[in-house]
RNA sequence: GGCGCCUUGGCGGAGCAGUUACGCAGAGGUCUGCAAAACCUCGUAGACGGGUGCAACUCCCGUAGGCGCCUCCA
C-alpha cells in the first residue's frame, strides 16, 4: 500500500514498524460545537485509510482522540479557550459542553458508518501524561516560563521549521497578529497556561508550575505515545494542522523521546462551498443534520467523500451531493438483484466476481484513490445491470457486495428485500401486461412508486430497484 | 510580504506524454404496450501565450484568474 507522506513529499509504500500491525493516529474533533459537513469529510477519509490498511492485510490499530480542553479560540496562546467559550454562550460549564458534544460526535461515527476506531481518549482524561511530558521537556531545557505558562522553545529544537518548510524570518515579517512580546520566539507554544487570576475555570488541574490547564498540542503527542508508542506509523489530519499544529507535535515528541514521532504523515485537503472554505463566519457550516434534512442520505454523502481524491481541494454543493445521491441510487439498484437471481440467464458472460474486491483494493492502496474505484465499480454496475444474476451466483454476488461494503462502506448489504405484498403487486402487474390491461399495469406501478420501488421490464421479467 | 497549490466538457471529478476515466444532468436513438427503467451514441473538455518532444490535457517558462497556509481551523 503506498500513500503520500507529506514529511518526505513523495508517495511511498506504507512500512510499519511492526507488521502486519500498523499504527494510525488521526487528529479528532474539538467538541466545541457541531462537527460541520468539511470535518466529517476529513474524517471519513480517514475511515476509508482505516479500512484499505485491512483489507490489504494490515492490522490497524487506530486512535482519535477527543479535543475537550485547551483548544484556544485566537492566536498565539493568546485567546480563550474554546470550551470555555462554548461553555459561555450556552449557559452551561465546560464539562456539560464538552460532554454534549462528545456523545454527539461518538453518535455521528455510528451514523456515518465509521470503523470503530481502537481508542477515543479524551484529552481531559490524560493530564497527567501531558503533565508528564512537560517535565521531560522541562528536564530537557525545552521549557521557560513567562507570566501566563509554560512555553516551548522552538528555537531549542533546530529542525523546527523543516517539516512544514517554513520560512521563520520571513513569516515574522508579514504577521497578521501581535505575538506575547514575554515569548522568546514568536513560534514558542505554551505547554501549559495558568489559570486566569481573576476567575475561576470550569477546568483546571493541579501541575508542578501552578494551576491551569494544557496547551492544546501537548495532548496528541501525549495520546499519541501512550496508545501507540514513541513512533506511530501514520498520523494524520486536515492539511491546515501542517504548519503549526503538527510542527508542534514534532518538536515536543521528538525533543522528548530523541526518536522519529511519526514515519509517515498524512494530510487530506480542504472541502471548499462556494469556493470558500468552510467556516461558521461564513454561515456555510453544514451539519449532518442539515443534510438529512434535505432528504439526503448519509451514504449518499459518503459517496461524494468519495468522489474526490484526499489530496485535491474539493468542492461542496447541493447539486453535488445530488448527484452522489443518484449514483448511489444505481448502486442500490445493482445491490437489489442480489433478492432477485434468475434461473439462468442470457450471455451470463465471463464477468468475474470474485475479482471485484481485488481490484477495488487495489485502487485504495494506490493512495487512496477512491475516485478510481468508483469508475471501476460503475464498470461493474453496468455489467450486472445489463446481464443479471443467476441463482447460483447469488453467493459470489452477496460475497462481493460484503466486499464492497467493508472496502467503502456504503451498506449495500442492507438493501433488503422487498415485502410479499410488493411482489404480488409485480406479479398482478406482469399479468395485467399479459391481458394487454395497461391502464392496469401502470396503475400498479404507480402504486410500487410510492412504496419506493421501481420496476423495470427485461427480457428475463421484471426486476425491480429501490427508488 | 512569504510559502504552496489549483485552473479539465452544463455540474462534480480522475488518471495518463500517444488508447473511453467515471458519475450526475442533457440530447438523439434502440428495445418495450408504454416507460420515469435498460442499452447504445453524442456534446468536437482541457484558462491563455510560448517552448521541448515524432507526439502534451499530461513536461518546462510566462500571463491571467482562483484557492490555501503563514492566526483558531478538517
Known sequence: MRLYNTLTKQTEEVKPLEPPTV???????????YPHIGNWFTFIRYDLLVRALKANGYKPKWVMNITDVGHLVSDADEGEDKLEKGARREGKTAWDVAAFYTDYFLNGLERLNFTKPSYLPKATDHITEQIGLIKALEEKGYTYQISDGIYYDTSKFAKYADFAQLDLDEQQAGARVEYNPEK?????FALWKFSPRDHKRDMEWDSPWGKGFPGWHLECSAMCMKYLGDTVDIH???IDHVPVHHTNE?????????????????????????????????????TLEDVEAKGYSLEALRLHVLESHYRSQS?????????AQNRLRNLQAMAALRWQARDTVQDAGTFALDDVAQELKM???????????LAYLSNVETQLTT????????????????????????NLL????????SKQLIAERERARADHDWAKADELRSKLARAKIGVRDTSSGPIWFPL
Open 363 to 373: 485502487f485504495l492502496a494506490d493512495d487512496l484513490n477512491t475516485p478510481g474505484s
Open 236 to 238: 494524520s489530519g486536515g
Open 387 to 410: 446481464v443479471l444474476i443467476e441463482k447460483d451466483m447469488v453467493d459470489h454476488f452477496v460475497d462481493m457486495l460484503g466486499a464492497i461494503d467493508s472496502l467503502l462502506g456504503l
Open 23 to 33: 499504527t494510525v493516529y488521526t487528529c479528532g474533533p474539538t467538541v466545541y460545537d
Open 414 to 421: 442492507e438493501i433488503a428485500d422487498i415485502s410479499d405484498e
Open 184 to 188: 522568546r520566539n514568536p513560534t514558542d
Open 250 to 286: 514534532i518538536a515536543q515528541s521528538e525533543a522528548a523521546t530523541g526518536k522519529p514521532f511519526a514515519l509517515l504523515w498524512m494530510h487530506t485537503n480542504h472541502i471548499l462551498i462556494n469556493d470558500e472554505k468552510i467556516a461558521k463566519s461564513a454561515g456555510n457550516g453544514i
Open 315 to 323: 468542492k461542496f454543493s447541493w447539486n453535488s451531493l445530488e448527484a
